[in-house]
């Protein structure tokens, strides 16, 4: 697949809609307004926004706790109205989506591979080569229910594509530390499972890996695992400490990240020199999504609290 003019801008737009999404979130944790929690998953919106914005519409997505899927589900289709008014605990049933193909999200990391290898099977006997996009990050790779989908995946050939976002950082522990190898791809080999290790800052990079991987799938190949070396700029959860195990993580780092290897700024710089991006097309953009996250906000002001009305608390707890 090679991106036309046209879609390359819709992955910078959508870069940029995740970043001002997570940056909204960040400033409403701290107003007291995210009702639970906030992962945020600055410096990684190329990952999902790269995999997921192409997909077709009657794929499968998982996402990871990252950004509690704000990278993969605003790119997928998911409108910021309604995205806004679930984290907000204002509306919808918690995180599923069938109209976008997600399906739910487990409680605990790592507990929907098996669910989604089983959901792969479903779209293997349906014979309409739909694919099941398994996003996760590094610190999944240590559960086994990770280790049983593959061998599923592999065995029942399904068409499934794994997702590792690997920011170097599992919760508060450097993966070098729990994994001796350079590469969490490595994992797969021992499975038979072609891998391809990116560049988790490069949205192009990403798209062109998961394509490949999504149509091997969608005719017949099997499943695939692609890792995609990130960074994140926050700390693992909002309103705690930037651990990295018995200290803190080394904040120069994260800052030379910033600025050197911001995934939004790499493409902005990277689209301006082939000619399909201006300085006016960013302001427009900039402009636009900022309206975009503003009559979100204030259309979610002006929803209930569910359990003030009881017909909103029933239907943000069941499923009909």
């Not at 990684?44 to 914005?53: D, K, N």
Request: aromatic share 10%.
């Amino acid at each position: 697949m090679t991106l036309t003019s046209e879609q390359k801008i819709k992955l910078y737009t959508n870069l940029v809609r995740c970043r001002k999404a997570d940056e909204f979130f960040v400033e409403g944790f701290a107003a007291g307004k995210v009702l639970a929690f906030w992962h945020s998953g600055q410096g990684q919106e190329a990952i999902g926004v790269g995999a997921v914005t192409f997909l077709r519409e009657d794929d499968y997505i998982f996402f990871t706790h990252r950004g509690e899927g704000v990278n993969e589900l605003i790119p997928r289709g998911l409108s910021m109205k309604k995205y806004i008014a679930r984290i907000f605990g204002k509306e919808g049933s918690g995180p599923a989506f069938p109209e976008l193909g997600m399906m739910g999200m487990a409680g605990t990391v790592g507990g929907l591979f098996t669910i989604g290898a089983g959901l792969a099977f479903t779209a293997k006997q349906n014979g309409k080569g739909q694919v099941v996009m398994q996003c996760l990050g590094d610190g999944d790779t240590g559960h086994g229910t990770f280790h049983t989908a593959l061998l599923m995946s592999r065995y029942w050939n399904l068409p499934t594509v794994f997702l590792c976002s690997n920011n170097a950082m599992a919760m508060w522990v450097p993966t070098n530390m729990i994994y001796p190898r350079e590469n969490l791809a490595d994992l797969v080999y021992g499975y038979d499972i072609p891998s391809a290790v990116v560049d988790g800052q490069d949205v192009e990079a990403v798209n062109y890996a998961s394509q490949a991987a999504v149509d091997r799938a969608r005719a017949g190949g099997g499943p695939s695992f692609i890792e995609c070396k990130t960074h994140r700029f926050r700390t693992h959860n909002e309103g705690m400490a930037d651990f990295c195990h018995t200290s803190y993580r080394d904040q120069s780092e994260i800052e030379n990240w910033k600025q050197n290897r911001d995934p939004i700024k790499l493409y902005q710089e990277k689209l301006k020199k082939e000619g399909v991006l201006t300085d006016t097309d960013i302001a427009r953009i900039n402009s636009e999504i900022a309206l975009e996250v503003k009559e979100a906000e204030e259309y979610v002001a002006g929803l209930p609290v569910p359990s003030e009305v009881p017909d909103n608390l029933e239907k943000a707890i069941y499923v009909d």
